[in-house]
Nanobody
């Protein structure tokens, strides 16, 4: 079992930055590819970023690829999402996800965090 706990969300002005953290339980963190998804009010949950098992490869949604950066620290069992130049359309609940497969779809994700709210004001 893996438990994921997100933190770092909050209210920020457009153009500002936030850094989300996701702390994982257990000693097998490096066996999982990690990802961030988000869900805005009234919208479907969508992919944001993912990172491979050792952090060597990263992938981003087109909407965030020049502004967000996903990293992981396997020694700390933690994955991060650095969000820069935030826009109001980034407002959503952000969810950390873990899966043994690098390109897992939403419906097949092994483990989900509880989510953290990010609100970007104009």
């Amino acid at each position: 079992q893996v438990q994921l706990v997100e933190s770092g969300g909050g209210l920020v002005q457009a153009g500002g930055s936030l850094r989300l953290s996701c702390a994982a339980s257990g000693r097998t963190f490096s066996n999982y590819a990690m990802a961030w998804f988000r869900q805005a009010p009234g919208k479907e949950r969508e992919f944001v970023a993912r990172i491979s098992w050792s952090g060597g490869s990263t992938y981003y949604a087109d909407s965030v690829k020049d502004r967000f950066a996903i990293t992981r620290d396997n020694a700390k069992n933690t994955v991060y999402l650095q969000m820069n130049n935030l826009k109001p359309e980034d407002t959503a609940v952000y969810y950390c996800a873990a899966d043994r497969r690098l390109f897992a779809q939403v419906r097949e994700i092994d483990y989900w965090g509880q989510g953290t709210q990010v609100t970007v004001s104009s």
